[in-house]
């Protein structure tokens, strides 16, 4: 896809997204995210950029772990996104953390200004994820820390048919390259490429929890990457997808109507020599 178009898709997606983001995938996200942020290891007074920092969920425990000595830029390509992570961390008393939209691969920061870049379940929307990782090499000084998580393989995330659904629908692949970096070895190849050293690689898998039919199809089609698709959906072409993707997962509803699915993620550090 040409690398513009997916910027615009990912940009005006994610703001159509936003509103419903955060309520859908906090639960299910938080383990990926403790671990992206344990190989992080952020210290008090620690200065921070993140990439694609979505609604916040990440900057905020950023934020408290680096304290008000620290120092937290929280970057996003989606300005409702970047407008929800201000929000949030001012509501929280977390004055000390920056907000600015700007693509991951494209970081606008003085080289070497931070002491650690993350990134938690981005670059897989981003059309050059070695050049984001090549952007936050950049902003971290010598000995500086660079973590990323991404999904992992496509046949270990229960979920996945949504993207072949929803594009049998539309004119145009909606996350061409979305498992790429969860293959084995990719994203640790990425970070070598990018420059990076003392590459440690851990995949983890989870059962995601979705309370209902309905939790599951908002988090699925109005808060995650379809969201822009899904809004150009007459009633009816809605009602099939929702059909289709809930028949897809059908083995993971639980008696009792919660969806627990299969989802595995691969989080990679290294260091900035
Ligand atoms: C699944 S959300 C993850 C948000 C957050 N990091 C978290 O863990 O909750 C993906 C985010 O990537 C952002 N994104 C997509 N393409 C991007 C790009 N090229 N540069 C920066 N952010 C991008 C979206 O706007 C969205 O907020």
Known sequence: MDPKLQIRIQRYGWDAASGAYEESWRGPLLPAQRTLLEAAALAAGERVIEAACGSGLVTREIARAVGPSGEV??????????????????????????????????????????????????????????????????????????????WGQRRNCGWAEIFPIVDARVASEVCPLFFASGAPGALGGDFAAAGLGDIRERRQQERL???????????????????????????????????????????????????????????VAGRSA
């Open 73 to 150: 830029v929280a970057t996003d390509l989606s300005q409702a996104m970047v407008d929800l992570t201000a929000r949030g961390c001012a509501a929280d008393g977390l004055g000390w953390v920056e907000t600015a939209r700007m693509a991951a691969d494209d970081l606008a920061v003085a080289e070497g200004r931070f002491d650690a870049a993350v990134c938690a379940l981005g670059l897989m929307y981003v059309p050059d994820p070695r050049g984001a990782i090549r952007s936050m090499r950049r902003a971290v000084r010598a000995g500086g820390r660079v973590v990323a998580t991404v």
């Open 209 to 267: 929890e979705f309370p209902d039919a309905r939790a599951l199809l908002s988090a699925m089609l109005i808060g995650g990457p379809v969201a822009l698709a899904v809004k150009r959906f007459t009633p009816e072409i809605l009602a099939e997808v929702e059909a289709e993707f809930l028949h897809s997962v059908r083995e993971h509803r639980a008696a009792d109507g919660r969806y627990l699915i299969p989802g595995e993620f691969v989080t």
